[in-house]
Structures are given as structure tokens and as C-alpha cells.
């Protein structure tokens, strides 16, 4: 589910850096995952993570930009390499193949952890800025969940 965090304590600024290293680190298991496939040749699910991978790039690329746009350049006060596991997949229970229609439910669970994590960070919040953020971030995730209906819906 991720790494527990005291949102409590986080200001607007703590809370962008938080977002971009989830976005960040979600993106890099995509990739991960393309690579997988790809030694796999698996091409379809391959492609179908390329797709995440861009996917949650642009996300960390508006997550950077809204904290450029309120902070400048202040400098981050949290490490980025703590493992944040918000999105990662459960690589366990994959197995050796990955079909498509799991690729899709690999996905859809990695935006459902990611959308549940920004609406329990939701709780703690009482800065009005960090409730604006966290209520962004939690609708971008939903957001994330309706296109993968949708894209999977047109391949059924």
C-alpha cells in the first residue's frame, strides 16, 4: 500500500515532492515492466506498458510543474530514494506470462493503491493547499482509472 507517512505534518510543498517521487517510481516499475515484456516478447503487453510509462511520465512532469509554479526552485526536504511502493505491482503474483487482460488489472490495481493512498492522505490534511493537492492528485488516479476502462473496453 506504500510507505506510511505522517500527512499531517506536511506542508504544499512536502506534499508535491511526495507526489513526485510516487509518480516517479511508478513510472520506473511501468518501465520495468516494458523491459519484462519485452524479454518476454510479450509485445502487447509490452506496448501496453510503454503507454503507462508515458502515461505517468506526463503525470510527474504536471506534479514538477505545479511545484515549480508555487515554490521555485525551494529545495526538496525529504530523500527520494526511500521506497514509496504506492504503485508498485505485486510481481509475485504475476508469474512468468503476463496476458494483456492482466496487464490491464496489474495497472488498474497500481491506480486503485495510488488513488486510495492520496484519498487516506485526505484525512490527515488541514492545510487548505495540501487538500487542494491531495484532492487533485486523488482525481487524476480516478481519472487514470476511467481511461483504463476505456481502453480496455475497446480491445474487448
Known sequence: MGLDFDFSRLDARDTLDLAGYVEEEARDHYDHLVKWMESQGNDDAAAFFAKMVR????????????RKALFGDAPVRHASNIAWEVEAPDYDAMGGEVSLEQAFEIARGAE???RDYYAGALEYASDPKVIEILEGLRDSEIEHLRVLDEWQSRLS
Not at 502515461?55 to 505545479?66: F, I, K, N, T
Open 112 to 114: 486503485t493503491r495510488a
Open 55 to 66: 502515461w505517468e511520465a506526463a503525470h510527474l512532469e504536471q506534479v514538477r510543474s505545479q
